[in-house]
C-alpha cells in the first residue's frame, strides 16, 4: 500500500506468517486425521476440534491482515460518484465506523472470554476463552489498522489503495 508505515508494514507481515503457519498446522491436522482414521484405523480425539479453531483464529486474523492492505470488502459505488475529496472524508467516515465498531467487538468478545474461562473444550481440554479469544484479537488488530489509516489519512497521505492496484496484488 502506498505511504504504508514500517510498523503497519512489519504487522501485516507478522499477520501473514502467522496465518501461514495456523492453515498448514490446521492442514497436517487434517491430512493425518484422515490418514489415521481411514488407513491405519487409529483415530485421534482431538483434531476435528484442532482444525475448527485454528479456522477461527485464522479468519479473524485474516481480517485484520485484509483490512490493513485494502482488500477488505466495500462498496465502491456510491464512492467512485464522489470527487476525491468527498472520498476522503468517506475514508474518514469508514475508518471511524469500523473502529468504533471495532471497540464494540473488542468489549464483548473480552466478557465472552472472560465468562467462558472455567469452561474445557470437548477433546483438547482447554479453556474455551482460547477459541473466543480470536474474536476480539482480531477485531483489536483490525482497530489498530483503522486508527494507523486514519491518522494518516488525516495527515494529508490518502493511502487507501486504487482499486486496480488491489485488483492487481489479488491476482498476483
Given at each position: 500500500m502506498h505511504g504504508q508505515s514500517n510498523l503497519l508494514r512489519r504487522l501485516n507481515k507478522v499477520l501473514l506468517w502467522v496465518i501461514f503457519t495456523m492453515t498448514a498446522v490446521m492442514?497436517?491436522?487434517?491430512?493425518?486425521?484422515?490418514?489415521?482414521r481411514y488407513i491405519l484405523a487409529l483415530p485421534f480425539t482431538f483434531s476435528e476440534e484442532l482444525a475448527?479453531?485454528?479456522?477461527?483464529?485464522?479468519?479473524?486474523?485474516?481480517?485484520?491482515?485484509?483490512?490493513g492492505e485494502g482488500m477488505h470488502i466495500g462498496v465502491a459505488v456510491f464512492a467512485n460518484l464522489l470527487p476525491a475529496g468527498g472520498r476522503r472524508w468517506l475514508n474518514r467516515i469508514v475508518h471511524l465506523t469500523v473502529g468504533g465498531l471495532m471497540g464494540v467487538i473488542i468489549y464483548?468478545?473480552?466478557?465472552?472470554?472472560?465468562?467462558?474461562?472455567?469452561?474445557l473444550s470437548p477433546?483438547?481440554?482447554?479453556?474455551?476463552?482460547?477459541?473466543?479469544?480470536a474474536v476480539p484479537?482480531?477485531?483489536?488488530?483490525?482497530?489498530?489498522?483503522?486508527?494507523?489509516?486514519?491518522?494518516r489519512d488525516f495527515g494529508g497521505k490518502w493511502i487507501t489503495p486504487d482499486p486496480q492496484e488491489v485488483a492487481e496484488r489479488c491476482s498476483s
Open positions: 492442514f497436517m491436522t487434517i491430512f493425518l486425521q484422515v490418514i489415521f475448527r479453531y485454528l479456522m477461527v483464529w485464522i479468519v479473524c486474523l485474516g481480517a485484520a491482515g485484509a483490512y464483548q468478545g473480552g466478557r465472552l472470554s472472560y465468562l467462558l474461562a472455567d469452561q477433546a483438547m481440554e482447554i479453556r474455551m476463552s482460547w477459541p473466543y479469544l484479537a482480531g477485531a483489536f488488530l483490525i482497530l489498530v489498522q483503522a486508527a494507523a489509516l486514519l491518522i
